[in-house]
Structures are given as structure tokens and as C-alpha cells.
């Protein structure tokens, strides 16, 4: 019986050792995850190199301004602010200071 048992391992093994690599599919599930980070590594650098990003002239001007016009609404809302500040806190505008966004130091 041992002499049937090591003959079936053997050639099991023979069998197993026959086999090129590709044929066993725990490579194949080891190789699948980082052949996929590569294949999308070059679809990336495909992407990059194809459709550059456009470069924005003079972007600090246009921040600048964009700040400006917002300070300008912000101050535009100024009398609206103090109204609805008066109007919900029974404050009288005298109390609050030019700006409307504090309560004026006597």
C-alpha cells in the first residue's frame, strides 16, 4: 500500500512539476493586482500627456478682484444686516456702530 500511495504522489508531483507557471491560477490571482496598477498607471500618463491643463493668465489679478467684488457685496448688505439685526434684537441702530456689524464703544 505505501508502495501505491508514493507511486500517486510521485506522479502527482511529476504531474505538478510538468505544468508551466501560467497554468496555475494562484499566480494569476497574485499577478492580476499589480498588472492592473500598471495598466492604469499608463492610462493616467496617457491622459496627462494628451490633454494638458490649460494655463490661467494673470490668476492673482483675477483673485484680487473676485475679493474685491465680494467685499463690495458684503458691504452693499451692510444696511440690510442692520435692519434685520434691529428688527429681531430690539436694538436701535444709534446702539451699533458705522459699519452695522457691532455694537458701538461709549
Known sequence: MNTQLSQAQSSQLQLSQAQPWWKFGHVWLIVAGPLAVVMASFFTLY???????????????????????????????????LARNHAATGISPSGLSQSGLSPAKP
Open 47 to 81: 491622459l496627462a500627456l494628451s490633454r494638458p491643463d490649460p494655463v490661467i493668465d494673470d490668476y492673482y489679478r483675477k483673485g484680487i478682484e473676485i475679493n474685491k467684488t465680494i467685499d463690495a457685496q458684503r458691504d452693499a448688505m451692510a444696511p440690510a444686516l
